[in-house]
T-cell receptor
Framework: DTGVSQDPRHKITKRGQNVTFRCDPI?????LYWYRQTLGQGPEFLTY????????KSRLLSDRFSAERPKGSFSTLEIQRTEQGDSAMYLC???????????????FGPGTRLTVT | GESVGLHLPTLSVQEGDNSIINCAYS??????FIWYKQESGKGPQFIID?????DKRQGQRVTVLLNKTVKHLSLQIAATQPGDSAVYFC???????????FGQGTRLTINP
């Protein structure tokens, strides 16, 4: 257990429905990342926050996806009008800012497995 | 649990032997490299990292080697144990990009 929690762990939804996932980070970590992972692949970057500011979004993140981190603590990832291609594991990772603003190890949560039927 | 990585490169070793997992990275501007272990149904677990100003770093039973000339990273696991069975991912990042890019992953299987 890394200290990063995600909820729910599994979600099955029908195509066209909206879903929302939550990530609770390690409390002193100011950076929070969302990734998507499909079978046979490594995690793919979606977006990241530094405190409450969303600093980057991947081109993978269509306009049906939105993420928030309103108070710089927990974060939510919402997918609107889900499609079967959205089926994947959605991972959250948090990290303190590295030395001189560089990267540091990211601590991953257990993920939310989304299945769109 | 569910399977992670059905069609990954695989490496099978005998329990007690040393394992070497290799990774080629793509971006010559990358200055941070990290290895993760992922067990079925779980999120990736940090193993070890290295910055580009180093070529070797050791942890407990693990060593990471970085060859910037050929953009190659390796993870050595000494005296492998059954609990080392998992999928291993390398990832690269840079201060400019502030995010990690993951490689394909290698499935390590330990034979008794």
């Amino acid at each position: 257990d890394t200290g990063v929690s995600q909820d729910p762990r599994h979600k099955i939804t029908k195509r066209g429905q909206n879903v929302t996932f939550r990530c609770d980070p390690i409390s002193e970590h100011n950076r929070l990342y969302w990734y998507r992972q499909t079978l046979g692949q490594g995690p793919e970057f979606l977006t990241y926050f530094q405190n409450e500011a969303q600093l980057e979004k991947s081109r993978l993140l269509s306009d049906r996806f939105s993420a928030e981190r309103p108070k710089g603590s927990f974060s939510t990832l919402e997918i609107q009008r889900t499609e079967q291609g959205d089926s994947a594991m959605y991972l959250c990772a948090t990290t303190p800012m590295g030395l001189a603003g560089g990267l540091a190890e990211q601590y991953f949560g257990p993920g939310t497995r989304l299945t769109v039927t | 649990g569910e399977s992670v990585g059905l069609h990954l490169p695989t490496l099978s070793v005998q329990e007690g032997d040393n394992s070497i997992i290799n990774c080629a990275y793509s971006n010559s501007a990358s200055d941070y490299f990290i290895w993760y272990k992922q067990e079925s149904g779980k999120g990736p677990q940090f193993i070890i990292d290295i910055r580009s100003n180093m070529d070797k770093r050791q942890g407990q039973r693990v060593t990471v080697l970085l060859n910037k000339t050929v953009k190659h990273l390796s993870l050595q696991i000494a005296a492998t144990q059954p609990g080392d069975s998992a999928v291993y991912f390398c990832a690269e990042g840079s201060q400019g990009a502030q995010k990690l890019v993951f490689g394909q992953g290698t499935r390590l299987t330990i034979n008794p």
